[in-house]
């Protein structure tokens, strides 16, 4: 099993930025492909990025084009955490941001991962 817990949301204004962390465990995370989501009020959850795990097919990154440019995900395989560098923050980035991963390549569907962190806040303000 694995378990998956988020860190470093916060109140940011817009056009800044900010790092959201996700710490895995019970697992190595070196073949996860690891993902974010993001959920904002009265909307569905929402692919944001992934990054792929080692021995999976396809590309190494993936990103939603609403973030596309402006953030960046990385990981450490070492301190089993992957991270979501956010830049040039819009308040329609403002959502519970979830951390998932999965056993397979990159995608951008909700259903196809299979561990979920508990999310944490991003609230940009104008």
């Known amino acids: 099993q694995v378990q998956l817990g988020e860190s470093g949301g916060g109140l940011v204004q817009a056009g800044g930025s900010l790092t959201v962390s996700c710490v895995a465990s019970g697992r190595t995370l070196t073949t996860l492909t690891m993902g974010w989501f993001r959920q904002a009020p009265g909307k569905e959850r929402e692919f944001v990025a992934a990054i792929r795990g080692i021995g999976w097919s396809g590309d190494f990154t993936l990103y939603a084009d609403s973030v596309k440019g402006r953030f960046t995900i990385s990981r450490d395989n070492a301190k089993s955490t992957v991270y979501l560098q956010m830049n040039s923050l819009k308040p329609e980035d403002t959502a519970v941001y979830y951390c998932?991963?999965?056993?397979?390549?990159?995608?951008?569907?909700?259903?196809?991962?299979?561990?979920w962190g508990q999310g944490t806040q991003v609230t940009v303000s104008s």
């Open positions: 998932a991963a999965r056993t397979g390549g990159v995608v951008g569907v909700m259903n196809e991962y299979s561990y």
